[in-house]
């Protein structure tokens, strides 16, 4: 529902791969090379909610799979007590109880909690300071050159450790994990009473990317989030966000091809005027306000270096974090010589990007693509779209659907505003002046042989190239087949068999509580949220 309902046409919301078991397995094979391998997972947006249940997932298989630090940035979790747009879109999703909606503020807490306690038990683990010492101690006069674990540790570490930490980037700015349904902590951050509710004392720090404002300084004072470029703002005033949120509105287009067979699609054709009516009457906008009095307490270790962060679009550094226009055309390799039987020759003039740009572009349109054939059922009967992936194999048919999908993908989104979603983790400077004093930092002794295997089984493209006896072979059959040991990834994931079934430590607890059926017959349903 949320697709149908967002005016934002580049998001397309479909079903997620098996990457949370897929990612706890990788971690094991690492520490199988090494057993105390520091291993920092570094996440961003979804891949948050992947990662965090790797973590759960990792816990069942044990200690070695399971990550010694992690760095949340811009993730949709949420923690909101209440939020009605969630709860409406998410009535179709049941607990173990038979509630609907969405998760109850408790479920989400004692979640992370768990969460945090998981990495808790990883500071006992971090290798012996003598040890790193006997590889990388620096005694340089100048102590801003030199280096020793020890000092390092109280310096940058948290409670004199860079294991069992969880720090969180957030951009106040993010118009993805501010949309209504969404509203996630990579937006507005953790205030004090929700570090409280979820036991992150001692675990958890936050730091705040926004334009005009430091990272990384000194016994920084809370942050208050109603301000733009460092100046004040009206606290519920609509001009927090630059340009205004657009309203909600109801895509019939968008409903039909996201509902699967005909009866479905008669339904949505059938209540579309009424939710049309009813979508336009709330008025609810895209992105939602933060609270009047919303206030985030920076806790994290001072930095070396304080920096105010900048946007890196093109090769290019501009100090406008906040950035304007974000067509994806703009991606297409600017040096590229033209070509009328190119599918994107009609765009081509448009281009900015280098040929990595071009190539990421491709490979998100790829993957759009492939999911989109399943459900126009083009593809497979095993479920491979080999018009994807072999474009000179492609039909007739087939090259036209593709050669439409991606004209009306690239026009759709001519003038779609930056999401200010990916800002953070697409300039390395910040990387080299936050990142690298917020990941677990030890001694490596894994060989080049066995590090590049590792970048093949992290890679679901190129899994294809393993040896049959690798385990990790395995997970190609989604990237290729979109099944997983031969079944649907639903099926799969929820028999009471599979090894990545939900973990016990994750609470689902859903706010609308089934009233059984009474004698009569008639049952109810009530929530305790709204």
Not at 146 to 166: F, K, M, N, P
Request: with cysteine; net charge neutral; glycine share 6%.
């Amino acid at each position: 529902m949320t697709g149908k309902c967002t005016p934002a046409r580049r998001a397309r919301i479909l079903c997620s791969p098996p990457g949370a078991w897929r990612l706890a397995r990788l971690v094991q094979s690492i520490r199988a090379c090494q057993k105390d391998a520091p291993v920092t997972i570094v996440c961003h947006s979804q891949g948050n909610m992947v990662s965090m249940a790797a973590a759960f997932l990792g816990e069942t298989l044990g200690p070695s799979a399971v990550a010694d630090s992690y760095v949340l940035c811009n993730p949709p979790y949420s923690l909101l007590d209440r939020n009605f747009t969630e709860n409406w879109v998410s009535g179709n999703l049941k607990d173990e109880h038979g509630n609907t909606g969405r998760q109850k503020y408790t479920a989400r807490t004692q979640t992370l909690k768990a969460f945090f306690d998981i990495l808790r038990t990883r500071l006992a683990l971090q290798q012996n300071a003598a040890f790193v010492d006997e590889f990388s101690a620096n005694q340089k006069p100048d102590p801003k050159h030199s280096y020793t674990a020890a000092l390092d540790r109280a310096a940058y570490g948290l409670h004199g450790s860079s294991y069992g930490r969880v720090t969180l980037y957030f951009n106040p700015h993010d118009q993805v994990i501010s949309a209504t349904p969404v509203q996630g902590i990579g937006w507005r951050g953790m205030s004090a009473q929700e570090i409280a509710d979820t036991g992150g004392d001692g675990v958890f720090t936050q730091r705040v990317f926004a334009q005009n404002h430091d990272v990384g300084q000194k016994n920084e004072a809370d942050y208050d989030i109603w301000q733009r470029n460092g100046q004040p703002l009206t606290p519920g005033s609509l001009d927090f966000w630059l340009p205004l949120s657009q309203v909600a509105e109801y895509f019939i287009q968008k409903g039909l091809r996201a509902s699967k067979g005909f009866g479905r699609k008669i339904l949505t054709f059938l209540f579309a005027p009424i939710v049309i009516v009813g979508s336009k009457l709330a008025g609810t906008r895209i992105n939602a306000l933060p609270p009047k009095d919303w206030k985030l307490p920076m806790k994290a270790p001072e930095l070396p270096e304080k920096f105010s962060p900048q946007s890196q679009r093109f090769g290019n550094i501009s100090e406008q974090f906040d950035e304007g226009c974000d067509s994806p055309a703009d991606s297409l390799h600017s040096a590229r010589a033209f070509d009328a039987d190119d599918v994107y020759a009609p765009y081509r003039a448009q281009g900015k990007g280098s040929a990595q740009d071009e190539a990421a572009l491709r490979y998100e349109l790829n993957g759009m693509l492939r999911m989109q054939a399943r459900r126009d059922e083009l593809a497979e009967k095993d479920g491979s779209v080999t018009g994807v992936d072999k474009p000179e194999a492609a039909s007739d048919k087939f090259k036209a659907w593709r050669t439409k999908e991606i004209h009306n993908y690239l026009a759709a989104n001519v003038d779609t505003h930056a999401t200010d979603h990916s800002t953070i983790m697409s300039n390395a400077m910040h990387a080299e002046k936050a990142l690298a004093y917020d990941v677990a930092v030890g001694v490596c002794t894994i060989r080049q042989e066995e590090l590049r295997k590792l970048r093949v089984v992290a890679d679901w493209c190129l899994l294809k190239r393993l040896d049959d006896t690798e385990d990790s072979k395995e997970f190609f059959e989604y990237y290729d087949k979109g099944k997983f040991k031969r079944v649907p990834l639903y099926e799969w994931a929820n028999n009471k068999d599979s090894p990545a079934k939900k973990p016990q430590k994750i609470m689902d607890e859903r706010q609308n509580v089934v009233v059984r059926a009474a004698p009569t017959g008639i049952s109810a349903l009530g929530t305790d949220d709204a």
